[in-house]
């Protein structure tokens, strides 16, 4: 294929993508269950696409070619979104953690949580070859991957195991991304019988049902005579310069692309494990030293996060409407079993993590602060804001600031790892990686341990 027939394959790939992506919106919009289970119309359209597409009914015959590109997209566009996670970070400042042990004990659950789900997906994979079951080699990742890392994080797992030559990457992409969903949809439904028990109880602190959401949140869209709209960020150049928007696309794919340059020295130097970590590890690394040195020339007044996270959020539309509707459904259906099983205890053991340490640790307010790890620790950071919203409308407790602090500090340290246990699990084997997972989330513990008194039940 020549590189004009290639582009023209990539424009006609988003233009399906893009009417997937309008048909979800309009149908977020209009249908009821949707916004009961606040699906994001990314998720609609692709499951649209699947659904309509040659992997199910084959009403609409997608050529091979656009399906192909739908599957490699994600493990494209991860890069440049993961590369954003060091973008715009900002130094600590203010109080030291050891003043904030609900952040600490947020922190904990988040990391901790993330890394006892590798362990209940790896144990599944053991436990399924040991039984003469049907399990690749790295089966069991993509429960934490797409309950943790949702979607967007689906794409990573299956670009860092083509990286690997893994003959398995899609089938085990399109593992993760129904995995996503069943966390995504797991959470809002978890969530809202956990904070209507609560209430019941007298758990909660402001509300008693769950019950507060504002109608545009349900409906996706901000109707004029509805809440006020909220900024896309701060322009901060001169446009017959350099569009804002520009300067931070132009970052962000300098470091995705150096990322490969870097990842493929390391690989013809074969420096061990760090041949095997994928090319978004080596996109983060690249873009925490530019941003070293973009703070060290004081010029870091020409970025702005709420800009960052826009176009990561653009970017992880096109991504998980592409990874969705290109899932292999024959070759996923195959592992429908450890599939019900690792789903089933991963729910079980997230919540409870979150409700154990949360009730035990949790200084105050302990109910509503669990809702935003336990949205996050099974779908997406949205997920956890939308809970926290609904048992603390008002936002009268602190609840939403602690998890939003808890969260980024979680994101520095659970991104790298996984990457890590990717080529662990891959290189030595599943045991090895369920044992390494343990050990990571007992080590996630230890701040919460150390710092944060024991409450009384």
């Not at 978890?190 to 008693?208: D, E, F, P, S, W």
């Not at 001169?238 to 962000?252: G, R, W």
Request: glycine letters at 10%; proline letters at 4%; aromatic letters at 10%.
């Amino acid at each position: 294929m020549t590189v004009s027939a290639a582009m023209t394959l990539m424009l006609k790939a988003f233009a399906v993508f893009s009417v997937l992506l309008l048909i979800g919106a309009f149908l977020r919009a209009k249908v009821k269950i949707f916004q009961t289970l606040y699906l994001p119309a990314c998720v609609i359209g692709g499951f649209l696409g699947l659904i309509v597409g040659p992997n199910v009914l084959n009403v609409i015959p997608f050529p091979e070619e656009l399906m192909s590109a739908a599957s490699s997209l994600p493990g494209v566009l991860i890069v440049p979104v993961l590369a954003a996670v060091p973008m715009c970070m900002q130094p600590a400042g203010g109080k030291g953690l050891t003043k904030q042990k609900d952040i600490i004990t947020i922190f904990s659950i988040l990391t901790g949580g993330c890394f006892l789900q590798f362990v209940v997906g790896l144990l599944v994979n053991v436990g399924c070859r040991a039984a003469g079951g049907e399990a690749y080699a790295t089966f069991g990742l993509e429960l934490p991957f797409g309950f943790c890392g949702g979607h967007g994080m689906a794409g990573s797992l299956g670009s860092a195991l083509k990286d690997l030559n893994a003959p398995y990457w899609e089938v085990a992409q399109g593992v993760a991304s129904t995995s996503a969903t069943v966390g995504l949809v797991g959470a809002i439904v978890v969530g809202v019988i956990l904070i209507n028990m609560a209430a019941r109880r007298g758990y909660t602190t402001v509300v008693k049902t769950g019950e507060a959401i504002s109608k545009d949140v349900q409906r996706g869209y901000y109707a004029p005579d509805g809440e006020e709209r909220p900024s896309l960020g701060v322009q901060t150049t001169v446009p017959n310069s350099i569009e804002t928007l520009t300067l931070h696309l132009a970052l962000l794919f300098a470091a995705s692309g150096g990322a490969y340059i870097l990842s493929g020295w390391v690989g013809k130097l074969n420096i061990g494990i760090l041949s095997a970590m994928a090319t978004w590890f080596y996109a983060m690394i690249l873009m925490a030293v530019f941003w070293c040195i973009i703070r060290g020339c004081r010029i870091e007044y020409l970025f702005d996060e709420t800009v960052k996270n826009k176009i990561t959020g653009f970017l992880s539309d096109y991504i998980i409407v592409a990874a969705i509707m290109s899932i292999p459904v024959d070759l996923v259906m195959t592992y429908w079993l450890p599939m019900l099983i690792m789903f089933a205890l991963g729910i079980l053991v997230t919540v409870l993590v979150c409700y154990g340490i949360g009730r035990r640790f949790l200084r105050e307010f302990w109910f509503e602060k669990i809702l935003g790890p336990l949205g996050s620790n099974m779908g997406v950071y949205v997920s956890g804001m939308l809970l926290t919203k609904m048992a603390d409308p008002e936002l009268k407790t602190p609840a939403l600031k602690d998890y939003a602090l808890g969260y980024t500090l979680a994101s520095f340290v659970n991104t790298p790892l996984m990457a890590l246990l990717i080529s662990v699990t891959f290189t030595r084997g599943a045991l090895t990686g369920a044992l390494l997972s343990l050990g990571i989330a007992a080590m996630c513990f230890v701040p919460m341990i150390v710092f944060c008194r024991r409450q009384a039940v």
